[in-house]
């Protein structure tokens, strides 16, 4: 069994910062991909950055050059640091982690039970 758990979620006023984690736990042989997404009320889960197993990350537009992305595969955990956070980052935000639970089985993507951010003006 695998867990995605993530913290950091809240209330940040607009032009402020916060950090988001999400830590894998359970029968786990190996990551690649671990990612957020966001969700905003009435719209469909969007992308917000990934970063490959080799470190590459990637962003949408809508948050490059204020939010980044890392890892620490000795920890499986994935961080979102947000900054400069306008209001309309405000979203459920999910982490994802493609998991290989065993060596030489497949991997799948497991995901977070989401955490609030919301961004008052």
């Known amino acids: 069994q695998v867990q995605l758990v993530e913290s950091g979620g809240g209330v940040v006023q607009a032009g402020g910062s916060l950090r988001l984690s999400c830590v894998a736990s359970g029968s786990i042989a190996s990551i690649n991909d671990m990612g957020w997404y966001r969700q905003a009320l009435g719209k469909q889960r969007e992308l917000v950055a990934v970063v490959t197993g080799g470190g590459t990350r990637s962003y949408a537009d809508s948050v490059k050059g204020r939010f980044t992305i890392s890892r620490d595969n000795a920890e499986n955990t994935v961080y979102l640091q947000m900054n400069s956070v306008k209001r309309e980052d405000t979203a459920v935000y999910f982490c994802?982690?493609?998991?290989?639970?065993?060596?030489?089985?497949?991997?799948?993507?497991?995901w977070g039970q989401g955490t609030q951010v919301t961004v008052s003006s």
């Open positions: 994802y982690a493609r998991i290989q639970r065993r060596v030489l089985m497949g991997t799948r993507d497991y």
